[in-house]
């Protein structure tokens, strides 16, 4: 079975930059991964921030950009505001089927 | 606008079967697909899989086969999941969201069932 590795968690300055990352035991992440981010608060359902890679939603904020980065796929903040700490989950496609990565922490402080 | 509003928490015993319904609104429900989530206390995210409405076809998730099963009813724009022989694992919040073209962007409120004897 496919595992999606992403870093457990992050901390991260306000106004500075973080790239969370989102990585295949398949191989190399493309574009053809369809990659998905999401976020999720306490307590609050996720919240769609990308899709296919690097799209975003109208509600997504212009801080949020989607990429490849390597072989992976990349998050990535700047500058992070106090309210971006939350879990941030990646989702895979391979193989016509999907798979979360573990999710990624992120502190801001 | 669009939304998905998702049946109420429930408790089941092990072994017992559960449904979640989708009721969704705000867009035409058959040019679009349902992928099925879910979040163990403490957990990540889990794909349960996904229903293409318009064609039917279906994906379900390795953990899942076999014991999951998804439906939808075009008259009443309403998706469900069900899922048998539960187990106290499967205690958890059950998401579903809208799909298409590699696109998840709406999502429900989550249904928290709880598997227990």
């Known amino acids: 079975q496919t595992v999606v590795t992403q870093e457990p968690s992050l901390t991260v300055s306000p106004g500075g930059t973080v790239t969370l990352t989102c990585a295949s035991s398949?191989?190399?992440?493309?574009?053809?991964?369809?990659v998905n981010w999401f976020q999720q608060k306490p307590g609050q359902t996720p919240r769609s921030l990308i899709y296919?890679?690097?799209n975003k939603h109208s509600w997504t904020p212009a801080r949020f950009s989607g990429s490849l980065l390597g072989d992976k796929a990349a998050l990535t903040l700047s500058p992070v505001q106090p309210e971006d700490e939350a879990d941030y989950y990646c989702?895979?496609?391979?193989?016509?089927?999907?798979?979360f990565g573990g999710g990624t922490k992120l502190t801001v402080l | 606008q669009v939304q998905l509003v998702q049946s109420g928490a429930d408790v089941k015993q092990p072994g017992a079967s559960m449904r979640v319904a989708c009721k969704t609104s705000?867009?035409?429900?058959?040019?679009?697909?349902v992928t099925w989530v879910r979040q163990a206390p403490g957990q990540g995210l889990e794909w349960l899989g996904w229903?293409?409405?318009?064609?039917?076809?279906?994906n379900y998730g390795h953990n899942f086969r076999g014991r999951v099963m998804f439906t939808a009813d075009t008259s009443t724009d309403t998706a469900y999941m069900e899922l048998t022989n539960l187990r106290s694992d499967d205690t958890a919040v059950y998401y579903c969201?809208?799909?298409?073209?590699?696109?998840?962007?709406?999502w429900g409120q989550g249904t928290p069932v709880s598997v227990s004897s």
């Open positions: 296919k890679t690097s």
């Open positions: 705000g867009y035409i429900f058959s040019n679009y697909g």
């Open positions: 969201a809208r799909d298409w073209e590699y696109n998840v962007d709406y």
């Open positions: 989702l895979f496609y391979y193989s016509n089927t999907w798979v």
């Open positions: 398949t191989g190399a992440v493309t574009s053809g991964s369809f």
């Open positions: 229903i293409n409405i318009q064609s039917g076809h279906r």
